[in-house]
């Protein structure tokens, strides 16, 4: 399938693209994705027994041994031809900024600068007493056996806090820094593409009725419909590693 015409022209031409990604984008580099196939981690698994603040309290050990997995399935993907062709983009288009609420590194590792983590990264654990990160790399996973079901978090060197991961858990306010930086990269663009997002995820899913409003392409990629698509100026329905390089000038 080709892209349409009229959206590669909207990316040529485009000088401040902005990039909203979601679980999606990653779900072809083999990370699974939280609401769409039963392979989703969230199809496994009751979000509301592992990713809110009250979980961790709750029981730790289950937490952090269901992030060290997730950590381990990221540390072994790799990106795929979206991220590549994003950070290509991105080199001749030096104020392009991808917003992720991805808390994978595949951005970052596929050359991407500047990407702003709207739900933290499973890479900064920090204590939950004194908010410092671990004073030394931590432990990973190994390849062999079933993931642990339990694992009790390290202690914090300085205070001796258990550590938590850094990500943002339901019920937990956006970091700030990071969403300020959204907001403006989404009132600055020239052009918005969500790729790979539900959308029911607030305030992210916010972020694209805000380039809209102000007359704002904003094209959706993503192989499913999404609350999002009656209102954006474009949809197409495929997926992020097979439609971005298409789609993206070098
Ligand atoms: P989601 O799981 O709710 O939705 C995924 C979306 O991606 C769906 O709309 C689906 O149709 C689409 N999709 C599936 N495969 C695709 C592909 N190959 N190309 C393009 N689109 C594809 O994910 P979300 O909207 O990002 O939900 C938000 C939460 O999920 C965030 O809090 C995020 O932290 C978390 N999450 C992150 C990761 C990661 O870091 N890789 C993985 C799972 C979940
Ligand atoms: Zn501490």
Request: charged fraction near 20%.
């Given at each position: 399938m080709d892209p349409p015409a009229e959206v590669r022209a909207w990316c040529q031409a485009a000088r401040r693209p902005c990039v909203l990604s979601g679980a999606g984008m990653s779900a072809e580099s083999g990370v699974p994705t939280?609401?769409?196939?039963?392979?989703?981690l969230w199809a496994r698994f009751d979000p509301a027994t592992l990713a809110t603040p009250e979980a961790y309290e709750r029981d730790p050990a289950l937490v952090w041994a269901w992030y060290q997995w997730r950590t381990h399935l990221v540390r072994r993907a790799q990106p795929n031809e979206g991220h590549v062709a994003l950070a290509r983009w991105a080199r001749s288009r030096p104020e392009l900024r991808i917003v992720t609420q991805?808390?994978?590194d595949l951005h970052e590792r596929a050359g991407s600068p500047e990407v702003i983590h709207?739900?933290?990264?499973?890479?900064?654990a920090r204590c939950v007493a004194c908010g410092r990160p671990p004073s030394q790399p931590l432990a990973s996973l190994g390849?062999?056996?079933?993931?642990?079901?339990r694992l009790p978090p390290p202690t914090c060197a300085a205070c001796g806090g258990l550590l938590r991961p850094g990500v943002v858990w339901f019920g937990e306010a956006l970091p700030p820094g990071p969403w300020q930086a959204a907001l403006d990269a989404v009132t600055r663009c020239d052009l918005l593409l969500v790729v790979?997002?539900?959308?029911?995820?607030h305030p992210a899913a916010s972020l694209p009725a805000q380039a809209l409003a102000r007359g704002v392409p904003v094209v959706e990629i993503n192989p499913q419909p999404t609350p999002l698509s009656p209102l954006a100026s474009r949809v197409w329905r495929t997926t992020a590693a097979v439609g971005l390089p298409q789609l993206l000038p070098d």
């Open positions: 939280f609401r769409d196939t039963p392979r989703s991805n808390v994978d709207l739900h933290g990264s499973l890479f900064a390849d062999d056996g079933p993931p642990p079901l790979g997002t539900s959308g029911l995820v």
